[in-house]
């Protein structure tokens, strides 16, 4: 038996999925097609950047917070009962003092993580697919509903998807050549930024170190252990950081107003156990898995 054979599954590199045999010259086209997508999202989610649609009720109620507050001041609890991360709203603030108090200056931040979104899923999606499979993966994510509505929005939705994005790239990269530590280090060094732009970026970073540590910690070597270790502590720290400079007085502010209040459906009802897999369903026929397009318990939405 060959050495690559006897290879253990969890060190074998991370290659991209083909469904059938294509041939180079077919290969080339569907890349070219799928970077044809990407410029196609970008465009989409430029062109409805520079339409300069009205400030909708949601994005004023944070606004109001970018108005005349220092950068102190935006880890205080945030106007009209809003959460935002704090590097979120300081770089929104530094737009504001740079180029004014405007609808196109507040979206302009969150416009260009939605951009760069559509080219960082491309990346991730070509180290995992191959062939159809990258194009339609690339289409979804050009032409999906939400990333292009929410990707405009002064709200750190798109900084959401992008640091998702960024760190599940690490970790296939690291996928892909598991014998070096060099994307955990990687990783370590962009989380601070990461986890201080989106709030949900730490469930993201705290399934990969789950995933990963198990074969990691006990056959790993030992440059590839220390830095997921590194990259676990910096998490740890970053996430603790943020949440008690910043995070805590807007918990506090804002009490139990979201969770028994407007988001409650949200909450799995722990209260009627009976009623959790019906509460499953709702959510995952829901806007979570709307993509393309969709809508609340399985509807579909008309272009």
Same mark, same amino acid.
């Not at 990407?38 to 520079?50: D, E, I, P, W």
């Not at 917070?65 to 205080?76: C, I, T, V, Y």
């Not at 993580?113 to 191959?130: E, I, Q, T």
């Not at 499953?280 to 579909?300: I, K, S, W």
């Given at each position: 038996?060959?050495?690559?054979? *006897?290879?253990?599954?969890?060190?074998?590199?991370?290659?991209?999925?083909?469904?059938?045999?294509?041939?180079?010259?077919?290969?080339?086209?569907?890349e070219r097609v799928s970077w044809m997508l990407v410029g196609l999202g970008v465009l989409v989610r430029l062109v409805r950047y520079l339409v300069d649609y009205p400030i909708w009720h949601d994005e004023a109620f944070l606004a109001a917070s970018l108005w005349d507050r220092g950068f102190r001041e935006l880890a205080q609890p945030l106007e009209y009962g809003q959460v935002a991360p704090w590097l979120f709203l300081t770089i929104e603030r530094v737009f504001v003092l740079a180029l004014g108090y405007s609808e196109l200056t507040l979206r302009l931040f969150p416009t260009l993580c939605s951009m760069a979104s559509v080219v960082?899923?491309?990346?991730?999606?070509?180290?995992?697919? @191959? &062939?159809? #499979?990258?194009?339609?993966?690339? &289409?979804?994510?050009?032409?999906?509903?939400?990333?292009?509505? +929410? &990707?405009?929005?002064?709200?750190?939705?798109?900084?959401?998807?992008?640091?998702?994005?960024?760190?599940?790239?690490?970790?296939?990269?690291? !996928?892909?050549?598991?014998?070096?530590?060099?994307?955990?280090?990687?990783?370590?060094?962009?989380?601070?930024?990461?986890?201080?732009?989106?709030?949900?970026?730490?469930?993201?970073?705290?399934?990969?170190?789950?995933?990963?540590? !198990?074969?990691? !910690?006990?056959?790993?070597?030992?440059?590839? @252990?220390?830095?997921?270790?590194?990259?676990?502590?910096?998490?740890?720290?970053?996430?603790?950081?943020?949440?008690?400079?910043?995070?805590?007085?807007?918990?506090?502010?804002? #009490?139990? +107003?979201? *969770?028994?209040?407007?988001?409650?459906?949200?909450?799995?009802?722990?209260?009627?156990?009976?009623?959790?897999?019906?509460?499953?369903?709702?959510? +995952?026929?829901?806007?979570?898995?709307?993509?393309?397009?969709?809508? *609340?318990?399985?509807?579909?939405?008309?272009?």
């Amino acid at each position: 038996m060959s050495t690559e054979a *006897r290879r253990p599954a969890y060190d074998a590199p991370l290659s991209p999925l083909r469904v059938g045999e294509v041939s180079e010259a077919d290969d080339r086209w569907f890349e070219r097609v799928s970077w044809m997508l990407v410029g196609l999202g970008v465009l989409v989610r430029l062109v409805r950047y520079l339409v300069d649609y009205p400030i909708w009720h949601d994005e004023a109620f944070l606004a109001a917070s970018l108005w005349d507050r220092g950068f102190r001041e935006l880890a205080q609890p945030l106007e009209y009962g809003q959460v935002a991360p704090w590097l979120f709203l300081t770089i929104e603030r530094v737009f504001v003092l740079a180029l004014g108090y405007s609808e196109l200056t507040l979206r302009l931040f969150p416009t260009l993580c939605s951009m760069a979104s559509v080219v960082v899923f491309r990346h991730l999606a070509s180290r995992v697919v @191959r &062939g159809w #499979g990258l194009v339609l993966a690339t &289409g979804v994510m050009a032409c999906a509903f939400y990333p292009i509505r +929410h &990707g405009n929005e002064i709200k750190p939705y798109a900084s959401d998807l992008l640091a998702a994005l960024l760190i599940l790239t690490f970790a296939v990269e690291y !996928l892909r050549r598991p014998e070096s530590s060099r994307w955990w280090w990687i990783g370590a060094a962009a989380l601070p930024f990461l986890l201080g732009v989106s709030y949900p970026a730490v469930f993201v970073a705290g399934g990969v170190c789950a995933a990963a540590a !198990l074969p990691i !910690l006990l056959r790993g070597a030992p440059r590839v @252990r220390a830095g997921f270790v590194v990259y676990g502590l910096v998490m740890t720290a970053s996430f603790l950081t943020i949440y008690l400079a910043a995070t805590v007085s807007q918990q506090r502010a804002m #009490g139990e +107003h979201y *969770r028994v209040g407007y988001w409650r459906e949200s909450f799995p009802p722990l209260d009627q156990p009976a009623w959790i897999p019906v509460w499953l369903l709702d959510q +995952h026929a829901g806007n979570m898995m709307a993509y393309p397009v969709g809508e *609340r318990r399985g509807g579909a939405r008309r272009p």
